[in-house]
């Protein structure tokens, strides 16, 4: 476990709080490192690398007794003192001419590693193009079926795009926001070996400057040309270090605050005021079968719209007793059939009660 210092002033305090973690973290650092022993082109392609890498980088100019896959102790000290979680390293030897190994941190400890041999190097210094602004994110073309197939070449193709990351960015103008494009392609004529990692691959790297050209007759849309601007180089893969499964599922988990932030609902949008609409769906409604409250003035009788209110009140009162009338004979006829034969003509003085009922009251 690191041990984290108390901090005894602001400014320490301040820069605890920088390293500490982050839900979205700050962009990735990089420290360049020359080792014991460099030659001229791995120095230059150093050099060549922190500039395109500024502002998001960090260039220590003295040499320094590394040797990433022999000892990790001198890089874990120098990536933590500077707080970067990535490192390129320049060396040097008879065995190994012209290296230079990536290497990306994840906690203060190293993740994974890949050496590469450089060859056929040309630099910045050698294309007279003019070179992009500091801090541009160039546009990264990864070319062959190799960078899916062989776990050196993924783990190459990953440290180069953290290395060229620079800050997010929500919107990019087009074709304005590319101003040069970095393609990597693998040797299609590279036969794997009985292991198949990769190692022994050849990598062409390309850099190319964009240059937009008026076209006669058209006014929307220039013509994009590209003019090599270095760097340039042919990088073979040597050794290198897969993360473990654990640490890397570590590293690659996504917190749940940023997962929720995300996450998409379902029929919920939101106005440009801020305000949360919701879409509810529902299935088709029979409106002539709704249950509406029931109001005296909706109700049908046989004298509506004729003489006065006390008339349509009579009227309803008289079907009233005509409706009794008939119910109490049909209560005297269900009870003669089951044995009471003096039922029956109640039941018929009855009906005839309310009959004459409804007479007298049209009489009246």
Same mark, same amino acid.
């Given at each position: 476990?690191?041990r ?5 002033t602001?400014r320490?305090?301040r ?14 650092k990089?420290?360049f ?8 082109a791995v120095?230059?392609a150093l050099r060549?690398?922190y500039?395109?890498?500024k502002?998001h @980088?960090?260039h220590l100019? &003295?040499?320094?007794a #590394?040797?990433?896959f022999?000892d990790? +102790?001198?890089? %874990?000290d120098?990536c933590?003192?500077h707080?970067s979680s990535?490192?390129l390293?320049a060396?040097h ?5 012209d290296?230079l190994?990536?290497?990306?941190l ?6 994974d590693?890949?050496e590469?041999g450089?060859?056929?190097w040309?630099?910045?210094d050698?294309?007279?193009v003019p070179k ?5 994110r160039?546009l990264?073309?990864?070319s062959g079926?190799l960078?899916?197939?062989l776990? @050196?070449?993924?783990t190459? &193709?990953?440290?180069l #795009? ?5 800050? +997010?960015?929500? %919107?990019l103008?087009?074709?304005e926001g590319?101003?040069?494009v970095?393609?990597?392609?693998a040797d ?8 198949g990692?990769?190692s022994?691959c050849r990598?062409h790297l390309r850099t190319?400057k964009t240059a937009?050209?008026?076209v006669e007759g058209v006014?929307?849309l220039p013509?994009v040309e ?9 990088m073979v ?7 473990d ?12 605050e940023?997962?929720?932030q995300t996450a998409k609902t379902?029929?919920?949008?939101h106005?440009p005021?801020g305000d ?23 109700k049908k ?5 004729r003489?006065?209110g ?7 009162a008289?079907?009233?007793?005509v409706?009794a009338?008939?119910v ?8 003669a059939k089951?044995g ?8 018929k003085?009855?009906a ?5 009922g409804?007479k007298?009251r049209k009489?009246a």
């Open positions: 476990m690191i984290t210092p108390k901090p005894k602001a320490g305090r820069i605890l709080d920088d390293r500490a973690p982050k839900l979205v973290e700050n962009t990735k990089c420290v490192v020359r080792g014991s022993t460099t030659s001229l120095t230059e060549d690398f500039l395109l890498k502002p @980088a960090i100019p &003295r040499r320094h #590394i040797h990433p022999d990790l +102790a001198p890089l %874990h120098m933590r003192k707080d990535l490192a390293v060396t030897s008879k065995k190994r001419p290296g190994t990536f290497a990306r994840f906690d203060g400890e190293v993740l590693m890949v590469v450089v060859s056929g040309a630099g910045l050698m294309f007279k992009p602004p500091l801090g541009t160039p990264l073309v990864f079926p960078f899916t197939s776990p @050196a070449l993924r190459l &193709r990953s440290m #795009i953290d290395l060229y990351r620079g800050d +997010a960015a929500d %919107h103008a087009i074709p590319v101003q040069y970095v393609t990597v392609t299609p004529a590279f036969e794997p070996t009985e292991d990692d990769g022994g990598v190319y937009l050209k008026r006014k929307t013509r590209l003019e090599e601007m270095g760097p340039r180089a042919d893969v040597r050794r290198w270090r897969e993360g499964s654990d640490v890397m599922r570590e590293a690659m988990k996504v917190p749940k940023i997962k929720n379902k029929n919920i949008t106005t005021l949360r609409v919701g879409t509810v769906h529902m299935r088709s409604q029979q409106l002539n079968k709704l249950e509406l409250r029931k109001m005296k003035a909706f009788t046989a004298a509506s719209g003489g006065s006390k008339a349509v009140e009579g009227g309803s008289a079907g009233a007793a409706e009338g008939e109490a004979g049909a209560v005297v006829e269900a009870s089951k009471n034969p003096g039922a029956k003509g109640k039941g003085r009855a005839e009660g309310g009959d004459a409804v007298k009489k």
